[in-house]
């Protein structure tokens, strides 16, 4: 994949506002994959008493990893916007743990991408999520 795509989906990410607010960072990202993940904090907790981290910030790093593993698909040519997105939570993230999203996006059609992810905290071999999700697909034939 030339590296303009893996910059390009970088770039996007690092802008969103959000995605900078809950502190994600790419960590991996290439030929329809990324990993991103994203710090602790207090400030994303919902549940105050057991200080596990609010669901929504689980997906909104699920639904920005789904949409970056597009942007640097061989061949995607440009950006891309949700479409549907299911999420099933597993179990509570440990509190004070990074979580890491990872998601490929697996089948491409002219008009649409399709992305599967999960979610971990730092044990890498129990999900806290899972996730499926359709994303827009601008599509360019290779070589062009």
């Known amino acids: 994949m ?7 989906a ?25 990993v991103i993940s994203m710090p602790y904090d207090m400030h994303m907790v ?26 640097c698909h061989p061949l995607s040519g440009g950006g891309t916007a949700t479409i549907d997105l299911r999420i099933d939570y597993m179990r509570a993230a440990r509190p004070g743990d990074r979580i890491r999203a990872e998601a490929t996006c697996y089948h491409v059609t002219r008009s649409v991408a399709f992305v ?23 599509r360019v034939e290779a070589g062009s």
Do not use: W
């Not at 959000?18 to 991996?28: A, C, P, Q």
């Not at 992810?117 to 601008?138: M, R, S, Y």
């Open 116 to 138: 599967r992810a999960q979610a971990f905290d730092e044990d890498p071999h129990d999900p806290v999520a899972a996730a499926t999700g359709a994303f827009t697909f601008d």
């Open 46 to 71: 919902g549940d105050p008493q057991t200080g596990v981290i609010h669901g929504g910030a689980v997906s909104a790093l699920m639904d920005t990893c789904g949409g970056a593993a597009v942007m």
């Open 2 to 8: 030339p590296p303009n795509k893996t910059e390009i």
């Open 10 to 34: 970088r770039q996007f990410i690092e802008a969103i506002p959000y995605s900078k607010t809950l502190g994600m960072v790419m960590d991996e990202v290439g030929d329809g994959r990324a």
